[in-house]
């Protein structure tokens, strides 16, 4: 009877407790309560359940304290890129033309498509495209170098065949196959 209560009062905080708590907290609740129940079985072969159980439930919640604290900080690092890309949109080509357009220095434009994170994908025909618009070559060239990262779209080009038409054959005269030419008469017999 003993022993029951003590395993519901290990795992009857992890269940009630995990609503309100940050990662850090649950992975240490989480490991201590499983960390006690394998420290108090491994401790009853032994004879001294109460210290497996003290032994395995702190280890437990140091190891998920730890874990959730990983888990914790990855999540405040994704909250504060989304806050960033939200305050700072990604540039579009369309948008580097506007600020060519509108006079702004080369280093004012690759300011901003530093901090908005922008990253194009430039075919040869956006490249004329943006010198024709007055964009520079210095920020085209930037912009080229801000790749985006991982697979890009391949795009598929298919062959183009050319079909001339063959002139048309001269039929010669006589027996021949062919037209001939005769240097002391003019053109072919």
């Known amino acids: 009877m003993r022993r029951n209560l003590f395993a519901i009062a290990l795992v009857v905080p992890f269940f009630a407790g995990c609503s309100g708590m940050n990662n850090t907290g649950k992975g240490a609740l989480a490991g201590g309560g499983i960390g006690g129940l394998l420290g108090a079985g491994i401790g009853s072969v ?3 359940a109460g210290a497996g159980a003290a ?4 280890l437990g919640a140091l190891t998920g304290g730890a874990v959730g604290s990983d888990m914790d900080r990855d999540e405040r690092r ?9 305050a700072n949109p990604p540039m579009s080509k369309q948008d580097v033309i506007y600020m060519a357009q509108s006079h702004m220095s080369d280093d004012l434009i690759i300011g901003q498509i530093d901090r908005s994170n922008s990253a194009f994908q430039l075919s040869p025909q956006d490249v004329v495209f943006l010198r024709g618009q007055g964009v520079s070559e210095r920020v085209i060239g930037y912009m080229q170098a801000r790749r985006p990262a991982g697979p890009v779209a391949v795009q598929t080009v298919r062959p183009v065949y050319v079909v001339e038409e063959r002139p048309p054959v001269a039929i010669g005269l006589g027996f021949s196959s062919g037209p001939r030419y005769y240097p002391h008469r003019r053109g072919c017999w």
């Open 55 to 58: 032994i395995g439930g702190a």
């Open 78 to 86: 994704s909250q504060a890129v989304a806050a960033h890309n939200a």
């Open 46 to 48: 032994s004879g001294n």
